[in-house]
Structure formats: C-alpha cells, structure tokens
C-alpha cells in the first residue's frame, strides 16, 4: 500500500509538472498564431492565369480588388502576409508568378467532392457554394461564374469588384467559423453533418477549449444568436 502510494504521487507530480509545461507551450503557439498576417484571396477565373483578384487584410478588415493591369502591384501586397486563405489558393498564386512555397496556405476547397445520400447509390456533389452556404447562411456566397466571366469581358469593373469583394468576405466567415469549430456544416435536404476541417493552426481558439475554460473558471459565457453584422 505505501508502495502504492508513493506511486500515485510520483505520477501525480509527473502529470503535473507535465501540465505546467503543455500550457507554456500552448500559450507559445497561441501567441506565435496570433501574430501571424492573414490575408484572403478570391481569383477569377478559377482555372488558369486570375484576371482579377479581391484581397481581404484579416488584420485590418479592409478589401482590395485588383482588375487587369493593376495585378502587377498585387505581388507587394500579398508579401504582407504571412498566411493566405483561398479557392485553389495555390493555383492561384502560382497563376500569378509567384512562389506559393513563400507562404503558409489555407486551402477551402471541399474535403470530399461527393456523398452518397441513399441505398440506390445516389450522390450529393459537394461544392464549394453549398458548404458556405450550409455553414454560414449566406444564400449566394460566390458570384456566378458566367456572370463574373462576362463582367471581365465588358470591363465592368465596379460590378466585377463588388462581387468579388461580397465573394471574399463570405470566404472569410467559412474560413473563421472552421477555425473555431474545427469543422464546416454540408446540409441538404434532411442532411446536417459536419464535416472536418484542417485549416486551424496550433494555439488558434477553439470553442470546445474555449467552454472547457470558462466551466474550469466559472466564468459566464454570452451567446449571440442571428445573423452577425457586418
């Protein structure tokens, strides 16, 4: 039994000093994540060299769009950033001439193209407007590609630039709410599922520890339910 109990002291010791370490290291992590400059990127078109791009500062909330012969400054910009969020973010970047190897990348494409939704064999395509809308509630989070293609043809730059500017925006909440859930929604019909997301680094919040902290604190939490401003 004394044998025994100078174990448990010993393990409990251990674990302890264990503990006081993990949280120095998260507190590490948690600064060096905080540090890091965001930015998000929506290109178009998709596939091939963009002709256009919206750039979002996470730090500052400030968007520029960038059309045709101004992408030559668009280089200088993005070396502000530590960390870029996009579609084909790499692609993208690459289509512009630059290194994506420069960058961290947080690619939001879908983690899976399909899901079967019946015995019959029937899928789901998975894109990337239904996740967006599915996880944050926005109706028309990307500009419809003809549209966009046919305000590049005609040089309409205000309307190209505004949806752009709407299209990296609702990339920008997809992105947070994945972050802190680490996790996006696909719903469809009677479909509600989560599905995983990878794009949180180390020490960035997660809302599990986030209420795991205020129970251990005994601190309240406020929860805001509706549409979040802009």
Known sequence: ???????????????????????????????????????????????????AISVLDAGSRSIRTFVGSELASVADVLAEFDLLVGLHVRPAVHGLGLDPDRWRLVDLKPPQKSRRINRRGRTLEITPELLISSTTGISRPLGDPAKVAQYLAEGEK????????????????????????RGIRLRWGFLDEMLSA??????????????????????PVDFVFGSAPG
């Open 1 to 51: 039994v004394l044998i025994q109990h100078a174990r448990h002291e010993q393990w409990a010791k251990v674990r302890e000093e264990r503990e006081v370490e993990l949280a120095e290291e998260r507190g590490r992590q948690a600064r060096e994540a905080a540090r890091l400059r965001r930015g998000v990127l929506r290109a178009v078109p998709e596939a091939g060299a963009p002709r």
């Open 158 to 181: 205000g309307r190209l630039a505004r949806r752009l500017e709407s299209d990296v925006k609702a990339l920008y909440v997809f992105y947070r709410y994945g972050v802190l859930h």
């Open 198 to 219: 990878d794009w949180a680094l180390p020490g960035e919040p997660y809302l599990h520890e986030i209420l795991k902290k205020a129970k251990e604190a005994g601190v």
